[in-house]
Antibody, heavy 121, light 106 residues
Framework: VQLQESGPGLVKPSETLSLMCSVS????????WAWIRQPPGQGLEFIGY???????NYNPSLQSRVAISLDTSKTQFSLSVTSVTTADTAVYFC????????????????WGPGTVVTVSS | DIQMTQSPSSLSASVGDRVTITCRAS??????LNWYHQKPGHAPKLLIF???SLQRGVPLRFSGTGSGTDFTLTIGGLQPEDFGTYFC????????FGGGTKVEIK
């Protein structure tokens, strides 16, 4: 299974950040597909995830500005963040949120390499 | 809201040393705890899931223990490639990561 992020590396303040994650070697029908970000020199922040049914769940701190969608025919999922500020500058990772036999313990077992997004005018 | 606190925030150890990193949850999360290792410029890599289960392909020198609120990641004999930052993550509720522990090789 491989994941690869793509999208603009530079976004202007107040505009919308849009990223795509391309998935190869996996089916969308059993796992969650997530976005996580890491500001420069800082820790990891969960943004949200989407299930193959289209059900989403977002970090409450970002929920009003974030949307994740799924394109199963293209095995891609996307992230949009509206009204960005410099605080949204980060490396953005897409990842698979999976579990053994869909059991209760879920974990991020496959990650994309990450893409740097800078918010600046 | 659950808070995840890791300690120490950084450490320096020699090759062959036994290294222990602690993660504490602000409330009972049973065994819904995962550990990751991140090298600079790279994505995190899953080491341990469900508090103590070793991910496929991860060396046996890595082990995890704990349940409830207190968890430990142990590196049984530190290797040069083990430098980087280690993160815990709870999956009891929406995913939340600890602040990280930076490991440097002396």
């Amino acid at each position: 299974v491989q994941l690869q992020e793509s999208g603009p590396g530079l976004v202007k303040p107040s505009e919308t950040l849009s990223l795509m994650c391309s998935v190869s070697g996996a089916s969308f029908s059993t796992d969650y597909w997530a976005w996580i970000r890491q500001p420069p020199g800082q820790g990891l922040e969960f943004i949200g995830y989407i299930y193959y049914t289209g059900t989403t769940n977002y970090n409450p701190s970002l929920q009003s500005r974030v949307a994740i969608s799924l394109d199963t025919s293209k095995t891609q999922f996307s992230l949009s963040v509206t009204s960005v500020t410099t605080a949204d500058t980060a490396v953005y990772f897409c990842a698979r949120y999976s579990s053994v036999s869909a059991g209760p313990n879920w974990y991020f077992d496959v990650w994309g390499p990450g893409t740097v997004v800078t918010v600046s005018s | 809201d659950i808070q995840m606190t890791q300690s120490p925030s950084s450490l320096s150890a020699s090759v062959g040393d036994r290294v222990t990193i602690t993660c504490r949850a602000s409330q009972n999360i049973a065994d819904y705890l995962n550990w990751y290792h991140q090298k600079p410029g790279h994505a995190p890599k899953l080491l341990i899931f469900a508090a103590s289960s070793l991910q496929r392909g991860v060396p046996l020198r890595f082990s995890g223990t704990g349940s409830g609120t207190d968890f430990t990641l142990t590196i049984g004999g530190l290797q040069p490639e083990d430098f980087g930052t280690y993160f815990c993550q709870q999956s009891f509720t929406l995913p939340l990561f600890g602040g990280g522990t930076k490991v440097e090789i002396k």
